[in-house]
Structures are given as structure tokens and as C-alpha cells.
């Protein structure tokens, strides 16, 4: 059994794929306002919003648990609309060696196909897959589609 593992998905939003885009690679601090419920807050430990190499740490709550990640932006494409995240401390650590989290906005036609990618190795063969942080990361982009539209 491999402990390396990929899952990856597409949803549809109705949000231009600029916009939704914009906000994972500049403005991510913005979440614990779109959702509060999900985001407690985000902070910058290194760097500049919007820029590679910059560390995030992030305060998000899983089934009425607190969880904290801290992040480094490993890539910011504009072209594709491409943020990769690389973990770098954290609870989601404590489960797996390595863990990439990169999130894609894809225009189609007056929508976005959201993608999103999780890249990990769990510590053993034990460790489940990240199917809650996976499904947690879609609701996110869900809810920020209604703030984009709504706004």
C-alpha cells in the first residue's frame, strides 16, 4: 500500500475565474470574513500577500474542531490562475510527511471550473486520506463564490 496519495476535483462556480483567483493568490487574509464559520483568521508570518515564498498560517475549524496550518505561497501562476501551498507546520503534519494543497480557476465561458489538487504522504499506512481538508477546501471556494457574487 503507497502512502503517497493525490485527490483532485472540479466544481463550477459562477464567480469570474480572475476574481476567485485574486483572492487565493493576494488576498487570502480575507476568508475569516467570507467564512467566518469555517476561517477563525489568517496571518502573515513572512513575506508580502501575493507573493511566492511568502508563509501563511492559517486558524480554520473541521467538524467543530480548531486546526492550524502554516503555509509557504510555492507558486503563484497568473497565466493559468495556479496557487500551490506547501505545508510546512501544523496539525495536518502530524498525519502526513509532505502535504501540497494547489487550487485552479479555469474560465468556462461566463463561469469557473474550480480545481483543486491535494498532493500528500501520509506518515503510515494507517493515516486516512484527507478527504475532510479536501471537502473542507471545496466548500471554501463554494462560499467564496456566493461572497464574489453577492458582492
Known amino acids: 500500500m503507497s502512502l503517497v496519495g493525490k485527490l483532485s476535483a472540479e466544481i463550477l462556480i459562477v464567480a469570474p475565474h480572475h476574481e476567485h ?10 476568508f475569516s470574513n467570507v467564512s467566518p464559520g469555517k476561517i477563525k483568521k489568517v496571518h502573515l508570518h513572512e513575506g508580502d500577500w501575493g507573493s511566492v515564498g511568502s508563509v ?18 510555492e507558486s503563484i501562476d497568473e497565466e493559468n490562475k495556479t496557487v500551490t501551498f ?5 496539525d495536518l503534519l502530524k498525519e502526513y510527511k509532505s502535504f501540497k494543497a494547489i487550487v485552479q480557476s479555469i474560465p468556462k465561458g461566463e463561469a469557473t471550473w474550480v480545481r483543486w489538487t491535494f498532493e500528500y504522504e501520509k506518515l503510515n499506512k494507517d493515516i486516512p486520506h484527507p478527504f475532510k481538508v479536501f471537502e473542507f477546501a471545496i466548500h471554501l471556494s463554494e462560499e467564496l463564490d456566493d461572497h464574489l457574487v453577492q458582492a
Open 86 to 90: 506547501k505545508v510546512i507546520e501544523g
Open 56 to 73: 501563511i498560517e492559517w486558524h480554520y475549524v473541521i467538524d467543530g474542531k480548531d486546526h492550524v496550518a502554516k503555509e509557504v505561497v
Open 21 to 30: 483567483h485574486g483572492v487565493w493568490s493576494g488576498r487570502p487574509h480575507h
